[in-house]
């Protein structure tokens, strides 16, 4: 498969946070498994076989993937090829197992993901290591931009998350110096973009952790500057992300006539 054709914009993020797991947890010392390899007229074979599973620590571990349990493994399987790599099945979850010792097999790893539409996990990102004659083919430097694009989803989240945890202490240090906080209830009203763009159960959720006084994803000062708005009549924006990471606004108006759920774009 050509990855050099995928528009890297496209690669989901879903596996990002993945990390493989090992056979200890299960019952058995077998697994089925499907690899695929070209004929000698490089046509895709895909063949099924009962695996062994292996004394080496590394081929003991599978790494999780997107597909289908009910799906045809051999066509499941075709986007391996030319790969050390197995498609596994754990009695239903899908995962990549590595076929082969003796060689670091990371660069294979973040290119079975990147085949299959997704950005390779942060512990694969984070450990390519460096191989002669790796990383300069224009396909490594599709893997390598990819990986670049990992590195920066968990970096952002984790900035969001700092953010979110420092918001936090701030909120509790202003409310241990300030009265409670007292957020009527108002009519609700949703954009139609944010309707169409954003998880419905993510939204309400938001809204009420807004009328509860959590103001989502804002800095240390907003939330501040939120919590002193709210004390003395103010307009208040909170602001969150949905579990596709689509980013909102709830606004309560300064006369608490309506709160109103929005995307940035209709700010």
């Not at 108002?186 to 169409?196: E, K, L, Q, Y």
């Not at 763009?197 to 103001?215: K, S, T, Y």
């Not at 907003?222 to 208040?236: I, P, Q, S, V, Y």
Request: proline share 6%; with cysteine.
């Amino acid at each position: 498969m050509d990855i050099t054709t995928l528009n890297l914009d496209s690669l989901d993020a879903a596996h990002v946070l993945a990390d493989a797991t090992a056979f200890e947890d299960v019952d058995h010392d077998r697994f089925n498994g499907w690899v695929a390899r070209r004929d000698e007229a490089s046509r895709i074979v895909v063949e099924s076989r009962i695996e062994a599973i292996g004394v080496d620590p590394n081929l003991r571990l599978v790494w999780p993937i997107d597909c289908m349990p009910d799906a045809d493994p051999v066509v499941a399987a075709e986007w391996l090829v030319d790969l050390p790599l197995a498609l596994v099945d754990r009695g239903g979850a899908m995962g990549l197992s590595l076929t082969a010792t003796g060689t670091d097999l990371t660069w294979e790893l973040a290119e079975a993901y990147v085949r299959k539409g997704l950005l390779p996990p942060l512990v694969v990102a984070g450990s390519l290591p460096t191989l002669a004659g790796r990383g300069q083919n224009e396909p490594d430097r599709i893997l390598l931009a990819a990986c670049r694009r990992t590195v920066e989803w968990a970096r952002d989240r984790a900035e969001r998350a700092e953010e979110t945890v420092n918001g936090l202490i701030a909120e509790r240090r202003v409310d241990a110096e300030s009265p409670p906080l007292s957020i009527p209830r108002t009519r609700v009203f949703i954009t139609p973009g944010a309707r169409a763009m954003l998880h419905p159960e993510d939204v309400q959720a938001c809204i009420r952790r807004h009328f509860a006084g959590n103001w989502g994803d804002l800095s240390a000062g907003d939330r501040a500057e939120n919590g002193r708005a709210a004390r003395e009549g103010l307009r208040l924006v909170s602001v969150y992300h949905d579990r596709y990471g689509g980013k909102f606004y709830v606004v309560t108006e300064a006369d608490r006539s309506a709160t109103t759920c929005l995307l940035p774009s209709e700010y």
